[in-house]
């Protein structure tokens, strides 16, 4: 989608390796978000920001970390990667105005 | 937990045919909005709706929003074989997180 790129576009990790994905934006805007999306779940908010190393929980936190050291850039990191972490990630970028741009997502499978 | 849910789940019908969905919230929210997904794809925004309105257009979208019953309804004019994705409402309660339901599958058969 213009303006937000995520990196890789999939992934397959062994369990216990640590995992890090990437969100890039070109907008500028303040707000950047990562959800999963399972079958059955929706979209679930892990971590969202609302500035640079302004970070805070969504509502599945457990076992992921992220970090925000540019506007452009908001990384998601699953430190020890477990089965349950297998999912479709979604990173999301808002201005607060006018609803959500979502990327293409990232597909990570954890064997 | 989902804030939404959408009804039905899975929609099926025929081009030229209108599309309907629903979705129920929770709590109070300050908007709500709706997107679409096509298979494999990330989410696309299609309309926002705030608590104070009560009615919404773009295109041949219809989105209506009933506080008091804490719903909302999107309907699709029309539809084209193109419409088939899946569609969520999303609510937001303020604090610039949106909240996603589960989501109605819709199939618009040529």
């Known amino acids: 989608d213009a303006g937000i790129t995520q990196s890789p576009r999939h992934k397959v990790t062994e369990t216990g390796t640590p995992v890090t994905l990437r969100c890039h934006q070109t907008e500028n805007h303040r707000y950047m978000y990562w959800y999963r999306q399972d079958p059955g779940h929706g979209l679930r908010l892990i971590h969202y920001?609302?500035?640079?190393?302004?970070?805070d929980k969504g509502e599945v936190s457990d076992g992921y970390s992220v970090s925000r050291s540019k506007t452009e850039d908001f990384l998601l990191t699953l430190e020890s990667a477990t089965s349950s972490q297998t999912s479709v990630y979604f990173c999301a970028i808002s201005d607060n105005n006018y609803g959500y741009t979502f990327g293409s997502g990232t597909r990570l499978t954890v064997v | 937990s989902q804030q939404g849910e959408e009804d039905p789940q899975a929609l099926s019908i025929q081009e030229g045919e209108n599309a309907t969905m629903n979705c129920s919230y929770k709590?109070?929210?300050?908007?709500l909005q709706w997107y679409r997904q096509n298979s494999g794809r990330g989410l696309v925004h299609l309309i926002l709706i705030r608590s104070n309105e009560r009615e919404k257009h773009s295109g041949r979208l219809r989105v209506t929003l009933d506080t008091s019953k804490k719903s909302s309804s999107l309907l699709i004019t029309a539809s084209r074989a193109a419409d088939t994705a899946s569609y969520f409402c999303a609510t937001d309660n303020a604090g610039n997180m949106l909240t996603f339901g589960g989501g109605t599958r819709l199939m618009v058969k040529p």
């Open positions: 709590t109070s929210i300050n908007n």
């Open positions: 920001s609302y500035g640079v190393k302004d970070t």
